[in-house]
């Protein structure tokens, strides 16, 4: 497959296409781990626990109806949403995640900026920690 630029990046949450607001998303996997060296060991023995994942996104804010902040600013304290990320804009992740943070910055040298993180939750709106779906 060819490099692919992230220019064409797409992005939704609860069903609102978000690219025109953002200028970064995040997608992160990780794994906790579980220590299970004992005295005999040479190096340090490890046991994978359940898998994660997080999204972070960042972009120009607009408390527009149809905006990123009605629709992120709702969601917080409720159910998981489903949402979309395309890194090249064709081939992706999708699932459902909870608004875990929100984050507003007004700045008298900047434009009003954003930042909201979410958790991967499952694959339907009730948790059901299903993984996400790569398609």
């Given amino acids: ?19 025109s607001w953002l200028n970064s998303v995040t997608l992160n996997f990780s794994v906790p781990e579980a220590e299970i060296t004992s005295f005999s060991d040479v190096y340090g023995n490890y046991l994978a626990g359940k898998p994660t994942a997080t999204i972070d996104i960042a972009g120009a804010w607009d408390g527009a109806v149809s905006g990123p902040d009605v629709t992120i600013f709702g969601e917080l304290g409720l159910e998981g949403e489903e949402y979309d990320f395309e890194p090249d804009g064709t081939t992706g992740y999708d699932g459902f ?5 929100y984050s507003i910055t007004a700045s008298v040298d900047a434009p009003v900026t954003f930042s909201a993180s979410f958790r991967h939750n499952g694959g339907a709106a009730a948790a059901d920690a299903a993984a996400p779906t790569r398609a």
């Fill in 1 to 19: 497959m060819a490099r692919v630029h992230g220019a064409n990046a797409d992005f939704s949450f609860d069903s609102i296409a978000m690219e």
């Fill in 97 to 101: 995640s909870i608004v875990t943070a």
